[in-house]
DNA sequence: ATGAAATTTTTACTCCCGTAAAATTTAAAC
DNA sequence: GTTTAAATTTTACGGGAGTAAAAATTTCAT
């Protein structure tokens, strides 16, 4: 017959605890005598009471919120990064919340003026990049301390993201030992990391004697492996690739192109009879599955997580320091697969 | 030479218009006469100021959150139905608020705990289904007004989903009018649609004269590329399919399954040549970029967003009314690829 | 048992906004 | 220029918990 217990203090009432105590209890078990503890985590049972979070952040500074911003969730990489993100934020007690600009800069902005009304504690952000309202990032980040993770635009406390300056190398050096060099195929760029690749591309190039030949095609939104197929299945029939093998600005952009070399009866591979070699970029959750499997150079993920949250909490424990902007850079992996 | 506006109070103040006023404005712009809607409009862009969010819900029954939970975020259906179900909520004026279970009980649990405790509006769940804790689950839908879709457990207001005694036969159809009759290919099955699938599809193949042919292969957790690579790189080495003919479970083990195909050297497609005929189900976004384009059968992804999220409105709107529960079968398409 | 230290209880104020009721002002209608 | 209806202002309370300060109690060592 037990009555419903709505607030706090109707739970020191039956629970026979005054409600400052049982107040601190919930701010952390571990600040209150044993036997307190105790008594009420009896009562907690029968009664099944849980505080009010909005009464509860109403008057706390800082919440245990943490909001995690990405330009497009349905892309496998973004997925798989906050994936990890909210696991690890849970496992530190806090309460991740997730929002995805799905490519647009009027959204992103949604998202962050409704995080910022959950007056988070933090927020790791993988801002838009070139669609970004910078002005309207930054504003953020004087508000909310910020961790910005995968595209660097120059605000928060700190940048995470892989080395483009390291991966593109390694991968440019594999093609041109194993076969004919290079060339790279992009579209216009969402993010600086599309520029920063095509650069470091043709840096690779020319350290090694070798004449960088950049294919832009056209095409925006997030559908890169549309882009790849068509503008793939436009260059392979109209014989314009510059060289049989391709190193594509993204994995999504080289499982497209390769459904288009597969649909115009190129074999893609390395191996003998094989008319094209395609490589990637980021080791996208489904590059293992293409056909033939990609070629490419692994972010890791785990890496990027790790390095992004710590610093957060960081953050959040304490203060904003006036050291200079962190700059994180995390080395990639080469993957070979048969693709290249 | 502004000062920071923090409260109501405050804004009222330097905007010469009474709080409650204000406060009217906020709930409804059309609710204040038009020249205070314009004073306030005036003020507002000189001060930037926005209402507490936890002080706002913190008196109102209803809250103007909703929830939308899914078992698995990086899995591109469900990503694809959020990113859907996101928009038409922001739309209507809504805070669409995105949890992932990450395939697990307790993490799905957790969702709803930390859902619930926002007191939402309303609440959009796909459950983990076979691996839910069905009593958490329909206590959570007690409290808060939910629409179920993807997966049908028997909890809340109604359910929207696919029909798999419309979908299967229509490819089974298909693959033995145009060739040797599929065996259906699942995994250990993570919800009831999995098994409906299967009923179907021997169902199906019956009606037909056909004997039907279901390959169980082993495997758990969300990650079915693999398992599809996996299992059938085994199943082809040692040439324990029953049928030429593969339709499986879904598109995704599907996409495993052709990689294994492809690495087994085996050709798929339902042209001169190929040894294998391949079909999923769902029309995945990847499905159009496997190596043959996969021959599926499309959900109607925007009729299930829509059905999903009208009737939460009107379950919002209207209250929970005495009738049964609602169940949608939503009708899917064929989609012939070359892949079958 | 005694004193000191650690906890808990009491009391009371704060956070910021929703909202109801009564009083007042404004706008529209005739 | 009334009359009326509509909108706004005034005033006041409530929601549920954080938190500070002082008083009371418990704990523990000696």
Request: charged content about 25%.
């Amino acid at each position: 017959m037990k009555r419903k217990i709505k607030t706090m203090e109707e739970f020191a009432e039956v629970s026979g605890i005054s409600r400052p105590t049982i107040s601190k209890y919930f701010n952390d078990p571990e600040s209150v005598r044993r036997s307190t503890r105790d008594r009420i985590e009896v009562a907690l049972e029968a009664y099944s009471y849980r505080p009010n979070i909005f009464a509860i952040n109403q008057n706390r500074k800082l919440t245990k919120t943490i909001g995690i911003v990405v330009p497009y969730l349905a892309d496998p990489f973004f997925a798989e990064i906050v994936r990890l993100m909210e696991r690890r934020c849970m496992d530190a007690g806090f309460s991740p919340m997730i929002f995805s600009a799905h490519g647009e800069q009027r959204l992103e902005n949604d998202a962050l003026a409704a995080l910022q009304s959950q007056r988070p504690a933090g927020a790791l952000i993988a801002p838009l990049g070139r669609h970004s309202d910078f002005e309207s990032v930054r504003r953020f980040t004087e508000e909310v301390p910020t961790v910005v993770f995968d595209s660097n635009i120059k605000v928060g406390e700190a940048f995470v993201g892989s080395d483009s300056f390291q991966s593109i190398p390694l991968i440019v050096d594999y093609l041109c030992r194993s076969g004919e060099p290079p060339c790279f195929l992009e579209m216009p760029p969402v993010n600086p990391n599309a520029n920063k690749r095509r650069d470091a591309y043709i840096l690779a190039m020319e350290r090694l004697g070798h004449d960088p030949k950049v294919i832009r095609v056209d095409g925006n939104g997030w559908d890169f492996e549309r882009i790849g197929m068509d503008e793939g299945t436009r260059l392979i029939s109209k014989k314009e690739l510059p060289s049989e093998t391709v190193l594509c600005s993204n994995d999504r952009l080289a499982i497209g192109f390769i459904a288009a070399a597969y649909q115009q009866g190129l074999r893609v591979g390395h191996g003998a009879g094989c008319a094209l070699r395609v490589a990637g970029h980021d080791d996208h959750p489904w590059a293992r599955f293409t056909c033939p499997p990609l070629t490419t150079v692994a972010q890791d993920y785990s890496a990027i997580v790790d390095r992004s949250v710590e610093k957060l909490f960081d953050l959040i424990e304490n203060g904003r320091t006036e050291e200079e902007r962190l700059e994180v850079l995390i080395e990639c992996k080469l993957v070979l697969r048969s693709s290249a």
